[in-house]
């Protein structure tokens, strides 16, 4: 098996070759194939962002668990710095090495053995933590070492399961750290959240995650195998579980699906096109419209005897009508793809800005546009110089 490094969240200028699924998760693509217009392909044209929204929910709970993490540290190197020097407490030993966790973007098979060991610890940690709360035992001196005044815990009421990402800053909890989030006042530079996080708020993630997605009739159930859904869900209600080890299978088997099914679907549609289905069935129309009209025009002139200049005429509707049907058998406009635009909903354009599919487009329209020129050439001479006959 092949290791692979932490990826960065920054796009790679240099990339020549078409994006995985990997790379567009972990927000290392730009338009038109990044994490915004996937979300968009997988509402619109996929109808299943109910896996996209699972996987991000799963991240976010993952990042509630290293701020978490990061704050109680933080709290036991402040309240208790003693534990720091002797290294009697297995609690504080495991903080102290735990180091920086990783950030979900791929599936937990693509962590190399040092990324996989951090992953392990963190779990490890919280289901420790975990049974210490349960058993009242997690304190020290009467000091509790979770951060206090969550927002999460003076707000126990979970979202309702329709609130997706939004441009509004969520109250009940951190906002995910996704593209509908960008500026938002929740977070930190560090794009962490701003707020502490408190040992209930990673439980109510767990549940809610369970509760949308996983539960056989919840409002948003996605499709899993029995054998992941029953261990999940055992984890969760019987073990008293919320761990991110829980959702590992879960987690893989939705990249695994969101991978074979539905990825390839978005690179044709977003790396070799630049159109939506709406606006390709538009110039279907508008095609067959343009190619109605210019061969009936054309067989009036021919039979009607009509001279060359008149005929010149039907350059206009066998220009409209090629280009069109071209347009939509390619599913790309090529000026547009030229000018460097890609539809993302009907009529709403956005530039694009991945170096590698912009010169991919740029191929493919000037392929579209010699093959648009040449049958619409043929079409027009034919009928502007054939013989006309009266009848």
């Given amino acids: 098996m092949s290791t692979m490094t932490t990826p960065s969240?920054?796009?790679?200028?240099n990339r020549n070759r078409l994006p995985t699924l990997f790379e567009?998760?972990?927000?290392q693509t730009l338009a038109p194939v990044d994490l915004f217009s996937f979300y968009i392909f997988m509402r619109d044209q996929q109808r299943s962002v109910d896996y996209l929204d699972f996987w991000l929910d799963v991240?976010?709970?993952m990042s509630l668990c290293r701020h978490y993490v990061r704050e109680l540290r933080r709290s036991v190197l402040v309240e208790t710095p003693e534990l720091e020097k002797q290294g009697s407490k297995r609690s504080s030993y495991v903080l102290d090495h735990l180091g920086e966790v990783n950030d979900p973007s791929g599936p937990s098979t693509n962590l190399n053995n040092e990324e996989r060991v951090k992953d392990q610890n963190l779990s490890a940690f919280l289901r420790q933590d975990n049974d210490l709360n349960a058993n009242g035992a997690l304190a020290n001196g009467g000091v509790h070492h979770s951060p206090h005044s969550s927002l999460g815990?003076?707000?126990?009421?979970?979202?309702?399961?329709?609130d997706r990402p939004s441009n509004g800053t969520e109250r009940e909890r951190p906002p995910r750290p996704s593209f509908m989030t960008?500026?938002?006042?929740?977070?930190?530079?560090?794009?962490?959240?701003?707020?502490?996080?408190?040992?209930?708020?990673?439980?109510?993630?767990?549940?809610?995650?369970?509760?949308?997605?996983?539960?056989?009739?919840s409002e948003r159930e996605i499709i899993l195998p029995q054998g992941i859904l029953s261990d999940v869900t055992t984890s969760i209600e019987e073990e008293g579980r919320d761990d991110p080890e829980v959702f590992d299978a879960a987690k893989d088997y939705t990249f695994q699906a969101m991978e074979r099914d539905a990825f390839p679907g978005f690179l044709r549609a977003k790396a070799l096109g630049n159109l939506v289905p709406p606006s390709s069935f538009l110039r279907l129309c508008l095609g067959l419209l343009g190619m109605f009209g210019g061969?009936?025009?054309?067989?009036?002139?021919?039979?009607?005897?009509?001279?060359?200049?008149i005929r010149c005429g039907l350059?206009?509707?066998?220009?409209?009508?090629?280009y069109a049907l071209s347009s939509q058998q390619y599913s790309i406009d090529p000026v547009l793809a030229l000018a460097g635009l890609s539809e993302y909903t009907f009529m709403n354009w956005s530039r694009?800005?991945?170096?590698y599919i912009r010169k991919l487009m740029n191929k493919r329209a000037m392929m579209v546009l010699f093959f648009t020129v040449l049958i619409g050439v043929c079409l027009i001479v034919l009928f502007i110089f054939v013989p006309g006959h009266r009848l």
């Fill in 315 to 322: 350059i206009l509707p066998f220009t409209i009508g090629v």
């Fill in 153 to 162: 815990s003076q707000q126990s009421g979970l979202r309702g399961s329709g």
């Fill in 295 to 309: 061969f009936w025009a054309g067989f009036a002139c021919i039979f009607l005897d009509k001279p060359k200049h």
């Fill in 9 to 13: 969240p920054h796009p790679d200028p």
């Fill in 59 to 61: 991240s976010q709970h």
């Fill in 24 to 27: 567009v998760l972990s927000r």
């Fill in 182 to 217: 960008n500026g938002s006042p929740g977070y930190t530079n560090s794009n962490s959240p701003a707020h502490t996080v408190a040992r209930a708020d990673i439980r109510a993630s767990a549940e809610k995650i369970l509760y949308t997605y996983l539960l056989p009739g």
């Fill in 352 to 355: 694009i800005r991945e170096p």
